[in-house]
């Protein structure tokens, strides 16, 4: 009996089938080689950063690991520096960080040499746009960690701690120091004693793992709240308010990090409800933390049913205000000036706030890249956006050099990404989802890392030590390299760009059906809807053409871009094309570089979307072998998904547009196999 059991385990290892339910996101690694570990001081961090490496060491066995706090010139802020001998830093969380790198490094067969490593922004945060109902805004992987309904939903369960710490432990892992723990569309609620105890347990939590906690409030809550008539910012009982409640904060949580702050934005109230500015009211709240070293996120995300390009509103708002911020404000602007689209160019206000702290919002949830249904790789579009030359000080001055502090030196360098963690056991929906959190951490670390560096090291610690490690199949055998890791690696590199090819190619943005922003919408409209949150606002498409005229002759958006982005864009043909219809409206017969029309072009791209996604199919179903069972049929059935929406989009797109053009789709692509007038109906039965 026993005999046949084990050859039962061991041929389901030997065929890749053991379950995996995906929870251990990267961190797999349970059993490591003996080593010791010395190190002259004792904390809550530094036992942590013992513990990883008991559990996680690949190296020489019976090896002694040091570590060492020791301050180094070299080392800034949490980087620290890896020796032959063990790590060094300046603190308790440089040495985590560390010591997570080296393991890293071991698990994935990368050489560690002496170096020294400095995080690229200082503060390196997720958002939770978690409610303290349970509900995630834009969440897609169940329910909160954080919060939960109910009778007992201020109950701390050893569940719920366990939890946090397998959350902190990953964020730790790559380097993130900061989460906002509840959505910035704040309830008042969570200034309140109950939930101000939980959030102090939470820090209580996070805090040896080296993540600070911050909350988004809400800017009326001294009048929800307080009692106090007023939330204007520079009434003396509202300020007054915000003090005592800050330093109630500070007693409970000394380390507290800061407010989040959505103000004058989507119905969100803010100074503005009193004739203020946005400085006034982030200075007010900024002069309230300063005593206990806290800071100010204030968000530049700001637009309203003017008859403004709404691309060109929160330049319009916030330039004016730069150099009237107080040392502790941060101004936080999401990647592009519309709204996590999946191509967008940089937000203009990245290189032209000179006198301000800015830092980049991205979007791990892919609230507009197939949520968590879609397999898409989001590196690359953080990789083009921090990469994005804004000119600011002639060539070079990439967004990245222009929030990182080497172009413009803020008091403050940070980054945001709004997260996509849920209850799911993978905790993130799909799991591959799982790469964009990791994803933004490493680049929140390190800035400059290529989108393939990520892939790499994330399916080799993801997928990569299997059961079957010591067997053919193992990580970083040749085998598994070129039949798994290079197909895997091809397939998430190219994710990004099929959604835009399949969505919105050509800088097309915002065509999502109403409200859920997943499926297509073109022709989305209602007269009672306001006109900026309609898919007509966006693609202006009629017999003519199709695409936003922002150029000198349009909106004029092209001119908040430094000089010669800003003519560069302005000109059609110096354009780039994968800009095109952000910035130009055009004629459907506009010949595009390669020779088709500009009709013809978004037709191949429309088709090009949907055949990546057949190929996505295609390669997965070929890397069984090397994955188990749970997390390959997931996947698979994920991508089954995926290429039905992609056909819709696809079908959807081209069809609407075609009333317009006038032009027949190429006979080369594969003919629509829907109707219009079923996918309209479809999605308006909806609402
Ligand atoms: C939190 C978009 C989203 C909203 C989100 C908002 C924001 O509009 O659809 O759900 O609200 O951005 O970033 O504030």
Redesign the pocket.
């Given at each position: 009996m026993k005999v046949s059991v084990c050859i039962v385990v061991l041929s389901l290892l030997t065929l890749g089938v053991w379950a995996e339910d995906g929870h251990q996101l990267w961190l797999r690694v349970k059993t490591g080689v003996p080593v010791n570990v010395s190190c002259s001081k004792k904390s809550g961090t530094l036992d942590i950063a013992r513990q990883e490496l008991l559990q996680g060491w690949q190296g020489e066995a019976g090896a002694t690991v040091k570590l060492t706090i020791r301050a180094d010139k070299a080392i800034a802020g949490d980087g620290f520096k890896l020796t032959a001998g063990g790590v060094q830093a300046n603190t308790d969380r440089g040495i985590l960080y560390g010591v997570y790198e080296l393991l890293r490094r071991q698990q994935t067969g990368r050489k560690v040499n002496e170096e020294v490593l400095n995080p690229s922004y200082a503060l390196r945060l997720l958002n939770h746009?978690d409610n303290l109902n349970g509900t995630i805004?834009?969440g897609y992987a169940g329910h909160s960690i954080f919060w939960r309904n109910g009778a007992d939903s201020l109950a701390v369960t050893e569940k719920d701690v366990a939890l946090w710490k397998a959350y902190a432990r990953a964020n730790a892992s790559i380097g993130i120091n900061g989460s906002v723990l509840n959505?910035?569309?704040a309830s008042p609620l969570i200034l309140t004693a109950g939930y101000l105890q939980r959030v102090k347990t939470i820090a209580d939590v996070l805090r040896p793992y080296g993540i600070k906690t911050y909350l988004s409030i809400k800017f009326s809550s001294p009048v929800l709240l307080g009692g106090v008539k007023t939330a204007d910012p520079l009434d003396p009982d509202v300020v007054k308010w915000w003090k005592a409640k800050t330093e109630e904060i500070y007693r409970m949580i000394p380390d507290f990090g800061g407010f989040l702050v959505?103000a004058n934005?989507?119905g969100q109230p803010g100074p503005q409800d009193y004739g203020r500015s946005h400085a006034d009211g982030a200075n007010m709240l900024a002069d309230a933390l300063r005593p206990f070293g806290g800071i100010v996120m204030w968000?530049a995300?700001v637009y309203s049913a003017s008859d403004e390009d709404r691309a060109k509103q929160a330049y319009q708002e916030f330039m004016p205000l730069d150099g009237s911020f107080r040392e502790n404000v941060i101004v936080q602007v999401k990647n592009g000036p519309i709204?996590f689209q999946p191509r967008e160019p940089f937000s203009p206000l990245f290189g032209a706030m000179k006198k301000s702290s800015v830092m980049p919002e991205l979007q791990i949830t892919q609230?507009y890249l197939g949520q968590s249904i879609h397999l898409v790789f989001l590196a690359p579009m953080w990789e083009e956006f921090l990469q994005s030359d804004t000119y600011q000080e002639g060539p070079g001055s990439t967004v990245a050099r222009c929030t990182d502090g080497e172009r413009i030196p803020g008091k403050h360098t940070a980054i945001a990404g709004v997260a996509n963690i849920g209850l799911d056991p993978n905790w993130c929906g799909h799991h591959f989802s799982q790469a964009n959190w990791y994803a933004f951490g490493r680049l929140a670390w390190n800035n400059q890392l290529t989108s393939a560096q990520i892939a790499d090291e994330w399916i080799q610690l993801t997928f990569g030590q299997l059961p079957s490690e010591a067997a053919q199949t193992g990580n970083l055998s040749p085998k598994w390299t070129e039949n798994f890791l290079q197909p895997v690696k091809q397939m998430m590199l190219a994710s990004r760009e099929a959604a835009v090819n399949y969505m919105m190619p050509l800088g097309l943005h915002h065509l999502f059906a109403a409200n859920e922003?997943y499926g297509p919408g073109p022709w989305w409209a209602p007269q009672r809807v306001r006109k900026d949150w309609t898919p007509p606002y966006y693609h202006k498409a009629d017999t003519l053409g199709i695409g936003f005229d922002r150029t000198r002759g349009g909106s004029d958006a092209v001119s908040q871009y430094h000089e010669p982005l800003g003519t560069q864009f302005n000109d059609v043909n110096s354009c780039p094309e994968i800009y095109l219809l952000w910035f130009h409206h055009l004629s459907w017969d506009y010949r595009m570089k390669s020779g088709r029309t500009l009709w013809e072009e978004l037709c191949y791209h429309y088709d090009a979307g949907l055949q990546q996604v057949r190929q996505f199919q295609k390669t997965w179903d070929s890397v069984q072998p090397y994955v188990d069972q749970e997390r390959f049929f997931h996947v698979q059935s994920r991508l089954r998904s995926q290429c039905l929406n992609a056909q819709e989009w696809k079908d959807a797109c081209l069809l609407y547009f075609q009333q317009f053009s006038r032009m027949p789709i190429p006979f080369d692509i594969e003919r629509p196999v829907h109707d219009l007038e079923d996918l309209i109906r479809k999605d308006l039965q909806r609402f």
């Open positions: 746009w805004e834009r959505n910035v569309n959505k934005s989507e968000r995300f709204d609230e922003h």
